[in-house]
């Protein structure tokens, strides 16, 4: 291999590690208790949690929030799932839709429930970089 096969192969960064870096990073500064990038099919693809939350919970997390928006398209008639947030008395779970080369992802955390509507708000701006961030990472998976 060339000079320039080699450097092109050290700068691609493997997409499953891009996505876990973007989800620590979200957990980091949104104070998240896990994050999980997921197929529609609730797969999970990457995931990053606090030691209190298990790998169990958070796959079957997104197989949920897949299975409801699912549901939700066929039985209520509704279509193209955008978002999903449900709110606990401990908790609250978002759940967005990222669409990729016609492919279909989820993105999804658990957090505390937000003390006022400026953290809601910061939630939605780190999902939205989030999102923003791994869809290259999506679409090189869809390669693979």
């Not at 609730?42 to 929030?65: H, I």
């Not at 908790?91 to 006022?116: H, W, Y």
Request: glycine share 6%; proline share 3%; net charge negative.
């Amino acid at each position: 291999m060339d000079k320039e096969g080699k450097k092109e192969m050290e700068k691609k960064t493997d997409p499953h590690r891009k996505l876990s870096d973007i989800l620590e990073e979200i957990n980091k500064r949104g104070n998240f208790r896990a994050s999980v990038f997921a197929t529609d099919e609730g797969l999970v693809l990457a995931s990053n949690r606090n030691p209190q939350v298990s790998e169990a919970k958070v796959g079957a997390m997104a197989t949920l929030l897949a299975e409801s928006a699912h549901r939700a398209e066929s039985e209520v008639e509704m279509k193209s799932f955008k978002s999903l947030k449900l709110a606990y008395g401990n908790g609250l779970i978002m759940c967005r839709s990222l669409e990729a080369q016609g492919k279909t992802f989820l993105l999804a955390v658990l957090t505390d429930p937000p003390p006022n509507d400026e953290y809601g708000k910061y939630y939605d701006q780190l999902l939205d970089w989030a999102g923003d961030n791994g869809r290259d990472a999506l679409v090189e998976l869809l390669t693979l």
